[in-house]
């Protein structure tokens, strides 16, 4: 059975509908991220569960239970936000603490919880710092302590690294990723970033426009996307607009000068998307033009005008000899690295 | 161009760069040291002369005033009285301003402006005409208050406000009421959003989110309020001499009374410049205070 099901769970503001339909089944344990762009409804969805916001429809429920009669005060839920939204008139130590008194654990107890906790996140020697006196990370590992000491059945994060730099963001993921597997406490991260979204979580639910456009591992996400939303959020693509040719005895998916055998079940128009890194070049294949090279260190990154419209390969910079601008080249790939839509690509 | 204020004299650049901040805030300066220290220093001065009901004022430099401040008894009630009016209007519009500026912080985006300027209201009539207004709501036996108080059964018979303590507080506490929302309402501004969800979500119920997490944040807010309705209540003047009338007088009166009718300015000016430093020292200490109690968590 889920530990967490949200059963076909719907919001909406007046006439405007923010979440619609989502259902989604978590395991206990299971580290699972909403990703979407803002206004996608994944924050939304997250306070539902928090309780901070009512669903018009729809219902949430824990270990079986009705979550959504429950009070949020009394959910036992911890959560971390985007703000951190720390007390700044307490410190570390009393910050982290607080949920302990409002649970009324006895004061022994409580300071023994609240120093492992700060141990945990590594902050020992910062329990009197007042937030504002903390940096940006430091405050961050605060609200995670905080949240993460009344032992929550469900740890939400509402995008809890954006307001970090880049370097320090990753710090966080892999830190975020040891402590939730340590714990092994159930997690919903809400993010925007495609990113963090594949490196912390066991599933992502890709979300847009209030509904989910597919559940799966980062994996099946990133490889065999659902949608083009989908395939376009998640990282860089190639969409190319292909037909299907039946003229011969077995059928061919042709795009330009590019063909391989077709799958079944597909007819007319359809489009095909390949991700750049899995493009290489070759002999035969789609003609293309080189129009600019970017040099990033470990990658060469091509921008290309082809037969099919424009076209971005990425090469690992493995010391090989590398096309340069204005080259005439043959895009190839392998059938298995495309995935297929019907319809033409807007 | 650049070749010019490169050759030129470091020095002279330099001297002319120090020069620059007290040339500009001069005529500013000049204004403050015209009207305000001067003034302020020669009514010091005053409050050092002799004054006889015959001689009037005599330049000379004796102790006399502030002699008769420190021993009459009846400076002490009047000053204790002053203080007294003050202190109660600055608890009255922090006990009613804070919840005020949270009800209206809670407020959306209409309802929020309109309320706004009803608080704002009073500072943008003139304080006699308010007060006036006051006086005819309080106007005796059969005064709107009076009959509205009665009729709701809260009293039995009519109370005195005319020319009492009472009155002069629940005038000046309306009168002050825009300064304690207002500086509440900016440390408002300041909390985070989402702070009182985080509280929540760790089992805190709504009155505990008010004690433990708002009250603590908006304090500096209301401690400033506090410390600029308290000056502005005890240097108050039209309010207590409308309200108050000519025999319940407070220090800011009394010092009226010195210079116009007794025409005794040098006593006048000794009450004066009293005032004017225990305002000072009241102030001045409780912000150090209130600095010192929360400088690690608001810097």
């Known amino acids: 059975m889920a530990y967490l099901e949200l059963d076909q769970v719907g919001k909406q503001f007046g006439a405007q509908t923010v979440v619609d339909d989502f259902s989604l089944a978590v395991g206990k344990g299971e580290f699972i991220s909403f990703l979407g762009p803002s206004g996608c409804g994944k924050t939304t969805t997250l ?32 959560i971390v936000f985007q703000s951190y939204a720390l007390f700044p008139h307490m410190t570390a130590a009393e910050n982290v603490a607080f949920g302990l008194e409002m649970r009324k654990v006895p004061r022994t107890e409580r300071a023994e919880r609240v120093r492992s906790a700060l141990a945990m996140v590594g902050l020992v020697g910062y329990e009197d ?24 059945s469900v740890l939400l994060l509402d995008e809890p690294l954006s307001n970090l730099d880049a370097k320090l963001r990753e710090d966080m993921q892999i830190e975020l990723r040891q402590i939730q597997r340590t714990l092994g406490t159930t997690t919903i991260l809400v993010t925007h970033d495609q990113n963090e979204a594949m490196s912390l979580s066991d599933r992502i639910v890709v979300m847009s426009q209030g509904r989910i456009e597919q559940i799966g591992t980062p994996q099946e996400t990133y490889e065999r996307p659902a949608s083009a939303f989908v395939s376009q959020f998640l990282g860089k693509t190639n969409d190319f607009a292909a037909t299907i040719d039946r003229s011969a005895a077995s059928a061919r998916l042709v ?10 079940g597909f007819t007319g128009p359809v489009t095909i998307s390949v991700r750049p890194e899995r493009i290489g070049f070759g002999d035969a294949g789609l003609a293309a033009k080189i129009v600019t090279r970017i040099f990033q260190g470990n990658y060469w990154l091509f921008q290309c005008e082809s037969e099919c419209g424009p076209a971005i390969v990425i090469r690992q910079n493995d010391g090989q000899p590398q096309p340069a601008e204005g080259e005439a080249v043959r895009l190839a790939w392998r059938p298995e690295d495309t995935s297929l839509r019907a319809g033409v690509a807007e | 161009m650049s070749a010019v204020a490169d050759t030129a004299p470091q020095g002279a650049a330099e001297e002319r760069s120090a020069r620059a901040p007290w040339a500009l805030t001069a005529p500013a300066l000049m204004l403050f040291v015209g009207v305000l220290l001067i003034p302020l220093a020669m009514t010091v001065m005053l409050s050092f002369h002799d004054w006889g009901q015959y001689k009037g004022i005599e330049p000379v430099f004796i102790l006399k005033n502030w002699r008769e401040i420190a021993t009459d008894l009846y400076y002490a009630e009047m000053f204790w009285r002053t203080f007294r009016i003050a202190l109660l209007t600055t608890l009255i519009t922090a006990v009613l301003g804070a919840p005020e500026a949270c009800i209206l912080n809670r407020m959306s985006g209409r309802w929020k402006s309109f309320f706004l300027l009803v608080i704002l209201g009073p500072l943008l009539i003139s304080v006699v005409a308010r007060t006036l207004g006051w006086a005819l709501l309080f106007g005796g036996n059969n005064g709107l208050v009076n009959k509205l108080l009665m009729s709701l059964g809260l009293i039995g018979t009519p109370l005195r406000f005319m020319f009492t303590e009472t009155g ?79 025999r319940l007088k407070v220090a800011a009166t009394l010092a009226y009374d010195e210079f116009l009718n007794t025409l005794n300015w040098p006593l006048g000016a000794a009450v004066a410049i009293l005032l004017l430093m225990a305002l000072v020292l009241i102030v001045v200490g409780s912000n150090a205070l209130i600095e010192r109690r929360y400088a690690e968590a608001f810097r």
């Not at chain 1, 309780?51 to 429950?70: C, K, M, N, Q, S």
């Not at chain 2, 900016?186 to 433990?212: C, F, V, W, Y």
């Open chain 2, 168 to 246: 002069m507080v629940v005038a000046l506490a309306h009168v002050m009421m825009p300064f304690m929302v207002l500086s509440v309402w900016a440390a408002l501004q300041r909390l985070d959003p989402q702070i009182e969800n985080a509280a929540l979500s760790l089992g805190a119920g709504s009155l505990t989110i008010i004690r433990r997490i708002i009250m603590p944040q908006i304090m500096p807010g209301v401690m400033s309020g506090a410390i600029i309705v308290f000056s502005l209540s005890a240097s108050a003047f039209a309010t207590p001499a409308i309200i108050g009338g000519r």
């Open chain 1, 255 to 264: 795009a330009g000068s590019w063909s391989a055998a077709a799958p079944a």
């Open chain 1, 47 to 78: 306070q539902m569960v928090a309780g901070f916001l009512d669903p018009t429809r729809g219902a949430i429920r824990l270990e079986g239970r009705d979550l959504i009669a429950v009070h949020p005060a009394r959910r036992g839920l911890g």
């Open chain 1, 129 to 152: 710092r007042h937030p504002r006196r903390m940096s940006g990370g430091q405050q961050q590992r605060v609200a995670l302590a905080r949240a993460l000491v009344i032992r929550p």
